[in-house]
């Protein structure tokens, strides 16, 4: 799915199932706190904090996955909102990042 798709496929979504968008502050909102349930993953799987019950380890893989879709799912909802073709702009963000870091990250001894 091409993020053209995807924006296609979450607004249909929205307008069907979800009736009508929240507004775009309550989406920021949201987003928020689907960063810090990942965040909160992320820090148990790859960082040193740990699980508090064997069973959350067991599912973790799977629930990062799942924490990341919704990420991106209210992501794209603040894309379409805002009239913001997310294709276009990663591509622009590329372009940007390309022309700025192009020697800065060879050079990072940091990254050796």
């Given amino acids: 799915m091409t993020l ?11 307008n069907t ?9 309550t989406n920021t909102a949201v ?3 689907e960063v810090g349930e990942m ?11 740990s699980f508090k019950r064997k069973e959350d380890e067991e599912t973790a893989a799977s629930d990062l996955a799942d924490e990341m879709a919704d990420v991106l799912f209210v992501l794209i ?11 276009d702009a990663l591509t622009r963000s590329l372009v940007k990042k390309t022309k700025r870091d192009a020697a800065r990250h060879q050079n990072n001894e940091k990254l050796k």
């Fill in 4 to 14: 053209k798709e995807a924006q296609q496929t979450v607004d249909e979504w929205i």
């Fill in 17 to 25: 199932v979800g009736v009508r968008y929240y507004d775009e502050l």
């Fill in 31 to 33: 987003l928020m706190e």
């Fill in 39 to 49: 965040a909160r993953l992320m820090a148990r799987i790859y960082g040193e904090q």
């Fill in 77 to 87: 909802c603040l894309a379409n909102q805002t009239g913001i073709d997310l294709t």
